[in-house]
């Protein structure tokens, strides 16, 4: 079966930057496009961005342009999201999520990773 | 990319009907027949309830539906049952691989 498992739990400090990883098994790794979304305590979901896992292809939501990166290996079936130049703002359970090339609904979501970004 | 607009509440007592609207553009909800509707439990990750506007995933029950009409999607919920209470969100293609949210809409069965 499908199962995507992303590290544990982060803490850092305002300013530093903090690297997630999301493990994928049960599937062919580079026939899914992988996007990750985050959700601020108590507040709705948002997009970050994809990485195209069959080449390493990837478009990011505009607000984070420039502090963030999502990069894949095929080895490990592992994606990767890092984001520098953490704030307070940053908190949030980060999810890892898949979706079939042509279609456009997610199907399968990491657990989630609470990032704390303390001052 | 500005979120999509839900109300931030709805609520219905067992076996009534609600309609949660979904708002956006014709960039993004208007402009493309993939809007998707998420349930989430409290710490929980999301779950797939409606997709391509108006299909079930196998396993959801068909007391759940989607349509559309111009810029705003909704998500209907009839016969409401006490595990339907969660939050509710919607998400639409915006173009160019990206996709865009709404806020969310917590429902309440009285």
């Known amino acids: 079966q499908v199962q995507l498992v992303q590290s544990g739990a982060e803490v850092r400090k305002s300013g530093a930057s903090v690297k997630l990883s999301c493990k994928a098994s049960?599937?062919?790794?580079?026939?899914?496009?992988m996007h990750w979304v985050r959700q601020a305590p108590g507040q709705g979901l948002q997009w970050m961005g994809i990485?195209?896992?069959?080449?390493?292809?990837?478009t990011y939501e505009q607000k984070f342009q420039g502090r963030v990166t999502m990069t894949w290996d095929t080895s490990t079936s592992t994606v990767y999201l890092e984001l520098s130049s953490l704030s307070s703002e940053d908190t949030a359970v980060y999810y890892c999520?898949?979706?079939?090339?042509?279609?456009?609904?997610?199907?399968?979501w990491g657990q989630g990773t609470l990032v704390t970004v303390s001052s | 990319q500005s979120a999509l607009t839900q109300p931030r509440s709805v609520s219905g007592s067992p076996g009534q009907s609600v309609t949660i609207s979904c708002t956006g553009t014709?960039?993004?909800?208007?402009?493309?027949?993939?809007v998707s509707w998420y349930q989430q439990h409290p710490g929980k990750a999301p779950k797939l309830m409606i997709y391509?506007?108006?299909k079930r995933p196998s396993g959801v029950p068909d007391r759940f539906s989607g349509s559309k009409s111009g810029n705003t999607a909704s998500l209907s919920i009839s016969g409401l049952q006490a595990e339907d209470e969660a939050d509710y969100f919607c998400?639409?293609?915006?173009?160019?691989?990206?996709?865009?949210f709404g806020g969310g809409t917590k429902l309440t069965v009285l």
């Open positions: 990485i195209n896992p069959s080449g390493g292809s990837t």
């Open positions: 014709s960039s993004d909800v208007g402009g493309y027949n993939y």
């Open positions: 999520t898949i979706v079939a090339a042509g279609l456009y609904y997610f199907n399968y």
């Open positions: 998400c639409s293609y915006a173009g160019n691989y990206r996709r865009v």
């Open positions: 391509d506007v108006s």
């Open positions: 049960g599937y062919t790794f580079t026939s899914y496009y």
